[in-house]
């Protein structure tokens, strides 16, 4: 684990090094952006629209026997896909979407000796390859988690109206009830965070596989694993350190 840990860290060093052309690395980072954030438009969409449904559909059985106002439903659904639902199940399903392509990429460079190829030639590799997929990803994946906080939200209308848990009055008047501005600034933090764990991970992976296509598949495997490992441990640091 140590050694990992290390060989992660000084791989990580070296991606901070001056470039030696900066329009080289923007037209890649331009690339990952389009890769990463448009690419993943669909899947962060329907996720969070179901999840914001279902979030609408258990609250309001819960609240069925209880006194609590009908409006409450909004008001949880809101809170809870701004504060949890929406950074860390985006991430989730990011991790397993961008985070195997990466790993995948990169890992076959390595197999087919691009890597070596582009050392040879005095290239700074870790930073070529792996810093605009970083850099993409801590701009794109906090911009999908807003949307995803927003479908979140119209995925709970959409159950409310649908079956008529409570009046589209009620649920909007949840949604703009005891607003806290400071849980949006927490959702881009974890954003952030998740984002540049679930990559700089995944490139790891890919970075250092060695072998045939079989150690390919289990270094794929093994970055979407540790990144959620690693995504669902910094949500609970990060929920101690800013609640």
Known sequence: MFYHLGRYFMLMKSMFSKPERFSMYWKATARQMNDIGVGSLIIVGLVSIFIGAVTAVQFAY???????????VGYIVRDIMIIELAPTFSCLALAGKVGSNIAAEIGGM???EQIDALEVMGV???????????????????????????????????????????TIADFMQGLRSFFIPYNVFMMEVKAFVFAFLLTSISCYQGYFVKGGSIELGKASTSAVVISNIMILLADYVIALLMT
């Open 62 to 72: 819960q609240l069925q026997a209880s006194s609590i106002p009908p409006y409450y």
């Open 110 to 112: 390595r197999q087919k």
């Open 124 to 166: 700074d590799t870790a930073a070529y390859l792996i810093a605009p997929k970083i850099i993409a990803a801590v701009v794109v994946i906090p911009m999908l988690v807003i949307l995803s906080a927003f479908m979140g939200m119209m995925g709970g209308y959409l159950a409310c109206v649908i079956g008529q848990l409570v």
